[in-house]
């Protein structure tokens, strides 16, 4: 009997998840159950291709099951996120051997990780000892094996590429010779487990890494030409719409029984009104933005085999300006519960500090903006 589709198996993870949110910020780490959960769901491997028993969804498909885990909980769509983003890269862009081993038809590997280039991949025989400290380890509490971002060093200098850029690659290591050192205490997002990590001197083979600039994958579909960044940020811009959505939703709720400085429910003061009507008008114009940008980069590579460097960028920017409003109504929704959002157990309470924390990502940065604007206008950068 098949599957019921991918979006309607994680829809039905959300009883579990919302239980158990409280109990997940406060340990800093999913609850076994909720891991276990996830995994059966197959969300992580939502664009892994199919022929290695992943759904390999569309990239519009892929954004609206981030969005709704994260609509769930925000720990939860930031850990499938990261998890699903890392598992494809490595699904799609090691070598056939290396993909069998890991992948199969059983949904086995499950792979996170930072891929900033902060360790060492030095050329060993066919092959490269790779090495690193590493932050930022979102999910790695759902994994099998790490990602880790090396600089590619030969004879102790960086190797550059034709485009002048250091070559960067992203080595396969399994968890078992990877050291897990903790370190995560934060204010938003905390049930990631964003933990900090360290690969002691580690070889591996050619086919357990890959380029992080790769365009053309080993396998796959025309989603799979998206490249690294832009699959990404797919998932950022997802997962901002869905604790937005979250958080609206929450307001919405309270104002039913909320007074506040008058008689009158929140939900019959004409200044809440027009500030929820401008929340719900703005969250809804970004994700039309980002469901627009991300299938046309899709429709392009189909069309012509590769992205462009503009749609590239309108990508990018979709993202960058839905996480940025995504924040501003989410911060709207905050202010207006009141103390309702301040005191814990609170969902709003909660999307509020994720998203805050969110914000502070380098996918969405603001040279994300500068990048769009240039292209845009078709000019190059100024150093």
Not at 3 to 9: E, S
Not at 23 to 30: K, P, V
Not at 186 to 210: H, I, K, Q
Not at 354 to 371: C, E, F, I, K, Y
Request: charged share 20%; with cysteine.
């Amino acid at each position: 009997m098949a599957q019921p589709p991918l979006i309607d198996r994680v829809r039905a993870l959300a009883p579990l998840v919302e239980a158990a949110a409280d109990d997940m910020e406060r340990r800093c780490a999913l609850t076994e159950a909720v891991r276990a959960a996830l995994l059966g769901s197959g969300a992580v491997h939502l664009l892994v291709p199919a022929e290695l028993g992943g759904d390999e969804l569309d990239i519009v498909g892929a954004i609206e099951v981030i969005e709704e885990l994260a609509r769930q909980d925000g720990s939860v769509g930031w850990s499938a996120m990261a998890a699903a983003v890392s598992t494809t890269f490595t699904a799609v862009y090691t070598s056939d051997e290396v993909a069998r081993s890991l992948f199969g038809t059983s949904r086995d590997a499950v792979l996170a990780g930072q891929l900033a280039p902060v360790g060492r991949a030095v050329p060993d025989g066919d092959g490269y000892v790779v090495s690193g400290s590493y932050r930022f380890g979102s999910g790695s509490d759902l994994t099998t094996h790490m990602l880790g971002g090396c600089l590619l060093l030969r004879d102790g200098e960086v190797v550059l590429r034709d485009d002048g850029r250091p070559e960067v690659l992203a080595a396969v290591v399994p968890n078992d010779h990877v050291a897990f050192r903790g370190g995560w205490e934060v204010m938003g997002l905390s049930g990631t487990a964003s933990v900090d990590y360290e690969v002691e001197p580690f070889r591996v083979g050619p086919g357990e890494v890959f380029s992080i600039f790769t365009e053309v994958p080993e396998r796959g579909s025309d989603v799979h030409r998206l490249g690294v960044t832009v699959i990404t940020a797919a998932g950022h811009a997802g997962w901002a719409l869905g604790v937005a959505r979250r958080a609206l939703d929450e307001i919405a709720v309270i104002s039913t029984t909320k007074v506040r400085m008058s008689d009158t429910l929140l939900a019959d003061q004409h200044v809440f009104l027009v500030g929820y009507a401008r929340a719900e008008a703005e969250v809804r114009a970004a994700r039309a933005l980002v469901l627009e940008s991300f299938a046309a980069a899709e429709q392009e590579v189909t069309a012509t085999g590769r992205l462009s460097a503009r749609a590239n960028h309108l990508a990018r920017l979709a993202t960058t300006w839905a996480t940025s409003t995504c924040a501003d109504a989410v911060g709207w929704a905050y202010r207006e519960a009141g103390t309702e959002a301040l005191r814990h157990p609170s969902a709003l309470g909660r999307c509020f500090r994720d998203v805050n924390a969110a914000t502070q990502h380098v996918m969405v940065g603001r040279p994300t903006l500068t990048a769009a604007a240039a292209a845009l206008l078709e000019r190059e950068l100024a150093p």
